[in-house]
């Protein structure tokens, strides 16, 4: 802990957004890590400022369902294929588990390529990783944990993404109530909608294929949502 504990922020060089460092320089984490933009987004769009929040909440219902709709159900899809129960289980453990390795890992990265790039890789490794979980078969578990991985650390790279780009755009004044709003969206029609969805699509057509390929779709819409938004930002801050 003597190595890791800091006593406040400072002493990183972490200081409040437009403060100073005492060298006449302003201080900001967040300084090029969305669009390589010195001075921040919180200027943007002072008329049309609403349109990316609304690309936020339908790039994270989109994200969301996509997760719900395998996470609920990835258990008994493998055990319907054939592995064993125990083992099932574990690979849902590992996913969490990747999932605070790409919160932490991707998260930290954001702020030094951007956050767009972390945006589209978090999603398309969510995506890819469903894809893998269709490989899976009854004695080749392999694709069951490879894509428990990939998925998990999809998933916990762009869940911290939401706050920091919000935070990002619109600046610390708004963020609580934008980011409500968000969470809001995401959850009442993504994490609600994906298991129900998930389940629906097994008792019409009694295999998981097609709930898997709808989560893999979803995972893509954000993607091409996020490359939308970001490439809006770049051109609103061009203009």
């Known amino acids: 802990s003597w190595g890791l504990v800091r006593s406040s922020p400072e002493e990183l060089g972490l200081f409040p957004d437009g403060e100073n460092t005492g060298t006449g320089e302003r201080s900001s984490v967040v300084s090029?890590?969305?669009?390589?933009?010195?001075?921040?987004?919180?200027?943007?769009?002072?008329?049309?400022?609403v349109l990316p929040i609304w690309f936020l909440n339908f790039m994270f219902m989109f994200a969301v369902l996509g997760f719900y709709i395998v996470n609920t159900h990835m258990v008994p899809y493998a055990i319907d294929m054939g592995i064993d129960p125990a083992r099932a289980a574990s690979a849902l453990a590992f996913l969490g588990i990747f999932s605070v390795a790409g919160r932490i890992g991707l998260g930290a990265i954001s702020d030094k390529i951007?956050?767009?790039?972390?945006?589209?890789?978090?999603?398309?490794?969510?995506?890819?990783?469903?894809?893998i979980l269709l490989f899976i078969k009854a004695g080749?578990?392999?694709?069951?944990?490879?894509?428990?991985?990939?998925?998990?650390?999809?998933?916990g790279g762009w869940v911290t993404q939401f706050p920091a780009v919000i935070g990002d755009i619109y600046g610390p004044a708004r963020m609580g109530?934008?980011?409500?709003?968000?969470?809001?969206?995401?959850?009442?029609?993504?994490?609600?909608?994906?298991?129900?969805?998930?389940?629906?699509i097994y008792d019409f057509t009694g295999t998981y294929t097609l709930a898997f390929l709808t989560g893999i779709t979803a995972s893509f819409a954000a993607v091409f949502l996020s490359i939308f938004l970001f490439r809006y930002i770049k051109k609103e801050m061009q203009a």
């Open 32 to 49: 090029e890590s969305l669009l390589s933009v010195e001075n921040g987004l919180s200027k943007l769009l002072k008329v049309s400022s």
């Open 114 to 131: 951007g956050r767009a790039t972390i945006f589209h890789l978090s999603f398309i490794f969510q995506g890819a990783g469903i894809a």
């Open 140 to 155: 080749f578990i392999l694709p069951f944990y490879l894509g428990a991985f990939i998925l998990g650390i999809g998933y």
């Open 177 to 200: 109530k934008l980011i409500g709003m968000n969470t809001f969206f995401g959850t009442l029609f993504g994490a609600t909608l994906g298991p129900w969805l998930g389940g629906y």
